[in-house]
């Protein structure tokens, strides 16, 4: 939790540009409002159960428990809200928040454009101008995402500078803000940047846990005990971790991509291979080669594919009170098709990473541990490229 303005232990802080600067103060002043507003917190519930339809449910996975014969497995089902995954939660906060503030345009990144999808959703909904920014590389393989984006009025703008991929989103992004500050909103996608975004986007995913804690004692009268989820930027781990982080006997659980693995290049592994440094605006911990530099990262899943994780996910590292594990492209595929054909759920490829964890742990745990797993978004999204990895030709 954070300490100082904006601190998680040495990790957050605002490591902007002085013309930024305004625009940071300007929100935080505002959230910092809001997040205490009786109409507004009424407004955006009602926004997350008829829009997004929460509260997702929490399934108790039983044939996976039965075969894996261990700890009792429950599956959270975020990927049921409206867009397919978490994300929602955050750009239908942000979105709220930006109007309220009285802007009328929303910037926003995309990596393989689940949170530009989400974005552009949002601003649909609430009349509200969208400029997506993606990286040219990312908009040629994610072409079915920019063309949602176009159908749902956004525009998008492919980003050519450094590797073309999602840092080089953010990094214009945070350009494009420093230009029009007046009426634009940046939607940041991830529990990541400067203060205040972690702190936000957290507070807009804490619902996950907020439902879980209250799902769990309705079914099992007590506690999990350990809550699992797969580590991006860190929101929707964030989000499931948040209201546990003070029960203590609860252990908190972050998937990170090992890619092809962590003692290759090709990883996006950030607690295994990374160290502390200052990027995108936050101190934290990030994948850097010997120089320091901000290094290429790798991973199956594109929503993993980012070389940081958020300040607050640093201090629980550090502090030991959540543990981070690296699961590979190949675990996070066999996971993929396991709990399709065992529950019937087709899981993203990102939440497929937390899924493979338990499926490894779950077995040689006690029949009376309760573990739940944060099933971040659904797996349509994948389907072409895990058919391909296996090496399956399917035309979308
Ligand atoms: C974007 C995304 C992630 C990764 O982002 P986090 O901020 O780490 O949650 C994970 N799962 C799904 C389904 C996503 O779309």
């Not at 490591?15 to 407004?43: C, Q, S, T, V, W």
């Not at 339809?53 to 929490?58: A, Q």
């Not at 500050?181 to 940046?186: A, F, R, V």
Request: charged share 25%; glycine share 10%.
């Amino acid at each position: 939790m954070e300490n100082r303005k904006g601190r998680y232990g040495n990790h957050g802080g605002q490591y902007i540009p002085e013309i930024l600067m305004p625009a940071i103060l300007e929100l935080e002043e505002a959230y910092e409002h809001y997040k205490n507003d009786a109409e507004f917190n009424r407004g955006l519930e009602e926004l997350f159960n008829d829009y997004a339809g929460r509260p997702s449910r929490l399934y108790y996975a039983a044939h996976m428990t039965e075969k894996l014969g261990g700890a009792k497995i429950y599956l959270k089902r975020e990927d049921l809200n409206h867009t397919g995954s978490h994300k929602i939660n955050n750009v239908l906060g942000q979105c709220l928040l930006a109007k309220k503030m009285g802007k009328t345009r929303i910037i926003a990144e995309t990596g393989a454009g689940q949170h530009g999808v989400a974005a552009a959703t949002a601003a649909a909904l609430m009349g509200m101008e969208c400029e997506v920014y993606m990286g040219e590389e990312d908009t040629k393989r994610q072409a079915l995402n920019v063309y949602r984006m176009r159908l749902l009025g956004a525009q998008v703008h492919a980003v050519t500078t450094g590797t073309g991929t999602l840092k080089d989103a953010v990094s214009e992004a945070m350009q494009e803000w420093t230009k029009r500050i007046g009426d634009t909103h940046y939607l940041l996608g991830s529990v990541v940047g400067p203060h205040p975004f972690p702190m936000m986007v957290r507070d807009f995913q804490a619902v996950i846990s907020r439902e879980i804690k209250q799902q769990m004692l309705e079914k099992e009268g007590r506690l999990p005990d350990a809550v699992i989820a797969c580590v991006g930027g860190g929101s929707n781990a964030m989000g499931a971790f948040y209201h546990f982080i003070e029960d203590k006997q609860v252990r908190l659980i972050g998937c990170e991509a090992a890619g092809r693995g962590i003692h290759t290049a090709e990883t996006a592994a950030t607690f295994s291979t990374g160290r502390v440094g200052i990027f995108h605006g936050m101190k934290s911990y990030f994948c850097q080669d010997e120089y320091g530099q901000i290094a290429p990262v790798y991973s199956i899943s594109a929503g993993l594919d980012y070389p940081g994780v958020g300040p607050e996910h640093s201090q629980l590292f550090d502090d030991g009170r959540a543990e981070y594990v690296a699961v590979t492209d190949d675990e996070a595929v066999d996971a993929f098709e396991y709990l399709s054909r065992t529950e019937g759920i087709i899981p993203a490829i990102e939440s497929a990473h937390a899924v493979a964890y338990v499926m490894k742990e779950a077995p040689s745990m006690s029949k009376d541990s309760i573990v739940v797993v944060n099933i971040s978004g659904r797996g349509d999204k994948d389907c072409a490229a895990i058919a391909r990895y296996r090496g399956e030709k399917i035309y979308e």
